[in-house]
């Protein structure tokens, strides 16, 4: 993925986590800026899709194993400070589908 880009209609089961990687590139860095990553519900599916981002473990899916989270309800954002950030920098990101009445999740990031 890449910074600015929407990503639609992405359709995951509840409880799967689907995995993202976004590489921050000397073109898109900024020493001044965050980095905001979000996620929200849309579709037929709605759902509860949270958010886990880690530099480390290139599957993050919870809470114990990524460095940001986010877990809200419907739709979450994650910030990561620009201090946290530095060219080529590489974030794994992971978005779970929580607790959904009919078992799905159908999201945009």
Not at 16 to 28: C, M, R, V
Not at 72 to 85: H, R
Request: aromatic residues 10%; contains cysteine.
């Amino acid at each position: 993925m890449k910074i600015g880009e929407l990503q639609r209609n992405h359709r995951i089961d509840q409880d799967e986590t689907i995995f993202f990687k976004l590489t921050i590139d000397q073109g898109s860095y900024d020493k001044n800026k965050d980095l905001v990553v979000k996620v929200f519900s849309e579709g037929q599916y709605l759902g509860d899709p949270d958010v886990f981002i880690s530099k480390n473990n290139r599957k993050p899916n919870r809470v114990s194993n990524s460095e940001w989270a986010c877990s809200t309800f419907g739709k979450d954002t994650c910030t990561i400070g620009s201090k946290e950030i530095q060219p080529n920098d590489e974030f794994y990101i992971g978005v779970r589908c929580g607790s959904t009445q009919d078992g799905r999740c159908t999201f945009s990031i």
